[in-house]
C-alpha cells in the first residue's frame, strides 16, 4: 500500500526543481491519526489555510486531503501523516510563479515508538545552544524553512537528551525543538510569549480549545527558567510530556500535567 | 543530454523523504560556468566547505562535483549550475542520522536573459516590506531556508522592480534579495554589515579578492540610504548591476562600478 502521495498518486519521486526543495517554499502539518481519525484535523486544517495566506501559497482542497489521509491511513492502527504543500515548480530563482500551482505530499510514517514512557515517567531536556532569530517575517507559520530545529537535534543527539529547551537571540524562551512548552513558575503554569519566532503549535492549542488548560503567556528569561518547578512539553502527536530533568537538575511531575494527559487521552481515545 | 544529476545520475526524481526537501536542509552554490570554466568555483568550494562544517553536514567531495558540472556543461556556451548538498534522508524528524549520507543534486540552467542590459543601464529597487529576521544562527550560510528571499521577491514581482533592498528587523540595511550591496554615500563605496543575517556573497567576495575593490563594512540604516548617490547590486552570475531607480528616486550610475564592470568581464573572458 502506498506509503506516499504526491499530488494524489503514489510516488517515491518529486521533481528536483519543486521549490520546497530548492528554497524550504513549502509549509507542513504532522497530523497524527487513529485509525481513520485525526482528533486535532479541523485545528491542523484552520493552521495550514492560515498559513497558506501569509506566504501567498494557494490553500489545498480540505476534502482532497482528507481523502488521500484516509488512503494513506487505511487497515493503520495508528500512524502519522505529514502533509506537506510546496509552492510547486516554476518562477525565477527566488521569485514565484505568478500563478503557483502547489504540490501535495503526503507521507505515512509509523507511530512513534517509546511515546507512552516518556509521557509516563518524563523526558530530559538540555538548555539548547541554538539560539532562534528573532524579529522573523514567518514566526508562527509551520513552514519549511527548518534548520535551527535541525541544528538543535543535532545537539541534542550529541548530549543523550530527548528534547531541548530554545531561547531566542535575546534571551527569552521560546520553545522546544518539536513543540511549545510549558512552565510551571510560583506554581502557575504559563506559556512562553512568542514574539517574532517560533511556531503556533496545534498540540497547545489543542490545550487551550479542547482540554480548556488555562495558560497565560509570560515573557520568561533563563532566570525564570531556574527558578521554575517544571516544564512540559506539548506537540501535537507526542502529546503532553512532562520533563523529568532539565540540565543537571530534576524537576517535578505536576498533579496538573498529569489531569491533561488524561483528557488528550480521551481526546485521542486511546492508549499507549 | 542530462540537466539534472542526483549523485552522479541523471534523474529527474528525488526521494520524498530527503531532509532538504523535509526542512530545506542543505546548502546550494549557483555555479556560473562560460564553457567549461567557472571563474569563481575556488569561491564557491571554499564557501560551500565552510558551511558544510557549520550545518554538520560532511563536505562533498571537490573534485567529483567539478567531474559532474563538467558533464552538465558540455558543449553549453554559457550556463549556471546549481550545486545542492542535501543532509540525505534519514533521522528521527528532525534530527539527523548518526552519519548522514548527504546527496548531491546538481542543476543545469540556461544563462539568464536580459542581464547585459540591466548592467548596462542598471536597475529598479524597491524597499522590501519583508524584514531580515536577526541573531540566525545560520547567519552567512548559504543554506536551503530562503523563504525570506522567497517572500521578497513575491513583493518584488508584484511592484514590478527587478531586486529589493532588505533591512533587518531593527532597520539595519542588509542586502538585495539575491545578491550583496554596495552603496556610494559622500562618494565612497560601502557594503552594508551583516550582523545576524544575510548570506556571505561570493560575488562580493570575487570583488575583493579577485577585482581589488576596497569596499569597507559600514552600519547603514534608512536614513544613509535615503542620501545615498547610488547603489550597486553584486551576485556572482548576474554580475555588477548598479541601479538607476530606488523607491521614487533616481540614481547615478558611478564610474567605479563601471570600471568593475570592466574587470569582472574580463574575469569572465565574455561579454553579453
Given amino acids: 500500500m502506498a506509503e506516499v502521495l504526491v499530488d494524489g498518486q503514489a510516488s517515491d519521486c518529486v521533481p528536483p526543481d519543486d ?24 485545528l491542523h486544517m484552520r493552521r495550514l489555510t492560515r498559513d497558506c495566506e501569509r506566504l501567498m501559497v494557494p490553500p489545498p482542497d480540505e476534502e482532497l486531503l482528507a481523502a488521500e489521509c484516509a488512503r494513506l491511513c487505511e487497515g493503520q492502527h495508528r500512524c502519522v501523516v505529514r502533509i506537506s504543500i510546496t509552492r510547486g515548480s516554476g518562477g525565477r530563482a527566488y521569485e514565484p510563479p505568478p500563478c503557483p500551482v502547489p504540490r501535495r505530499i503526503l507521507m505515512r510514517r509509523s507511530w512513534p515508538a517509546g511515546l507512552a514512557a516518556s509521557r509516563r515517567d518524563g523526558i530530559v531536556l538540555h538548555t539548547s545552544p541554538v539560539r532562534l532569530a528573532i524579529g522573523s517575517p514567518l514566526a508562527g507559520i509551520k513552514h519549511g524553512n527548518r534548520l535551527e530545529q535541525v541544528l538543535a537535534a543535532e545537539h541534542a543527539r550529541r548530549a543523550g537528551v530527548d528534547e531541548a529547551i530554545l531561547f531566542d537571540a535575546k534571551g527569552r524562551l521560546v520553545e522546544a525543538i518539536a513543540g511549545n512548552l510549558i512552565v510551571f513558575v510560583d506554581g502557575r503554569p504559563v506559556t512562553p510569549a ?79
Fill in 19 to 42: 521549490r520546497g526543495l530548492l528554497y524550504g517554499d513549502h509549509l507542513f502539518e504532522t497530523v497524527a491519526f487513529v485509525g481513520a481519525r485525526a482528533p486535532l484535523w479541523r
Fill in 194 to 272: 512568542r514574539r517574532g519566532a517560533g511556531v503556533a503549535g496545534v498540540g497547545l492549542q489543542a490545550l487551550h480549545e479542547r482540554i480548556g488548560a488555562v495558560l497565560p503567556e509570560a515573557q520568561l528569561n533563563a532566570r525564570d527558567l531556574r527558578r521554575a518547578e517544571a516544564v512540559v512539553v506539548i506537540n501535537s502527536v507526542a502529546g503532553i510530556r512532562p520533563a523529568h530533568r532539565l540540565d543537571d537538575r530534576s524537576l517535578a511531575i505536576p498533579d496538573e500535567a498529569r489531569g491533561w494527559q488524561r483528557l488528550w487521552d480521551e481526546l485521542f481515545e486511546c492508549e499507549d
